[in-house]
Nanobody
């Protein structure tokens, strides 16, 4: 089982990034997918989640209207489009797959928002 995040980097405030998480080794369409983040010295927090077929999404309040989660079950990939980025969005972003029995995590990708 692998979840491999990509797309992180350094961006200026107000900029955008698109994160990707490529999954392998399990039946992707059977898993609810989420993005979490963890800033230095803080607990990991939920950013956004999407149901197995992509029919419903959920966001943390501070991300609503700025971030969009989506998935492509044919490509076994989940995305996080992040717009209007703020310095407080700086964190390591993790991909999570949650099924009935198993819970998988990626290794994370660093997002730094700074001028």
């Amino acid at each position: 089982v692998q979840l491999v995040e990509s797309g992180g980097g350094l961006v200026q405030p107000g900029g955008s990034l698109r994160l990707s998480c490529a999954a392998s080794g399990f039946t992707f369409s059977n898993y609810r997918m989420s993005w979490y983040r963890q800033a230095p010295g803080k607990e990991r927090e939920l950013v956004a989640a999407i149901t197995r077929a992509g029919g419903a999404t959920d966001y943390a309040d501070s991300m609503k209207g700025r971030f969009t989660i989506s998935r492509d079950n044919a490509r076994n990939t989940v995305y996080l489009q992040m717009n209007s980025l703020k310095p407080e969005d700086t964190a390591v972003y993790f991909c999570n797959a949650r099924g009935a029995l198993y819970d998988y995590w990626g290794q994370g990708t660093q997002v730094t928002v700074s001028s």
